[in-house]
T-cell receptor
């Protein structure tokens, strides 16, 4: 029972272009969403988050969009850089719940 | 400022054995969560410790147990190891009062059960 779904196992994007990573969720109790980035042999690194009271949050090259009615969020990276090549995890948490539910991840390849 | 540290980095155990993994949280953090990440999967929540008590537990059997010490460091113990316990075990720390959802992860311990 995957409550957080990342349906694209991998994505290749040209350097300098926009990378868009998508995530869907099924639990309407989720009210906080996060994106993590993971390099090989390292733990996931917190990237950006968004509360359910917002529909957009921006931090430098990274923007997360939340569509509550569609239960969908996306991470936009503009412009994409070689160092962005990593696995990106979408994650969510519900109010009053201590655990974070992760998706399976999307591997992003930035092509030169 | 030291981040989250975990030891050991790698571990090989035999079925039926017991293992203890250790975690030191990021400076200023008081909450520790443990996750299991199987190959090709996202991290799965095992349990969380705050004030030396288990606050919440994921869908893992009682063979998985933990402990938090007064200095906020934590241990994960797994008894009667099964082949299926082979995974990357991640520790994450956070501040309970601050932003508890923004958890900072260590590099993980790679456990192989043979």
């Amino acid at each position: 029972d995957q409550q957080v779904k990342q349906n694209s196992p991998s994505l290749s994007v040209q350097e300098g272009r926009i990378s868009i990573l998508n995530c869907d969720y099924t639990n309407s109790m989720f009210d906080y969403f996060l994106w993590y980035k993971k390099y090989p042999a390292e733990g996931p690194t917190f990237l950006i988050s968004i509360s359910s009271i917002k529909d957009k949050n921006e931090d430098g090259r990274f923007t997360v969009f939340l569509n509550k009615s569609a239960k969908h969020l996306s991470l936009h990276i503009v412009p994409s850089q070689p160092g962005d090549s990593a696995v990106y995890f979408c994650a969510a948490s519900a109010a009053g719940d201590d655990k974070i539910i992760f998706g399976k991840g999307t591997r992003l390849h930035i092509l030169p | 400022d030291a981040g989250v540290t975990q030891s050991p980095t790698h571990l090989i155990k035999t079925r039926g054995q017991q293992v203890t993994l250790r975690c030191s949280p990021k400076s200023g953090h008081d909450t520790v969560s443990w996750y299991q990440q199987a190959l090709g999967q996202g991290p799965q929540f095992i349990f969380q410790y705050y004030e030396e008590e288990e606050r919440q537990r994921g869908n893992f059997p009682d063979r998985f147990s933990g402990h938090q010490f007064p200095n906020y460091s934590s241990e994960l113990n797994v008894n009667a190891l099964l082949l299926g316990d082979s995974a990357l075990y991640l520790c994450a720390s956070s501040s309970y009062v601050g932003r508890p959802y923004e958890q900072y992860f260590g590099p993980g311990t790679r456990l192989t059960v043979t």
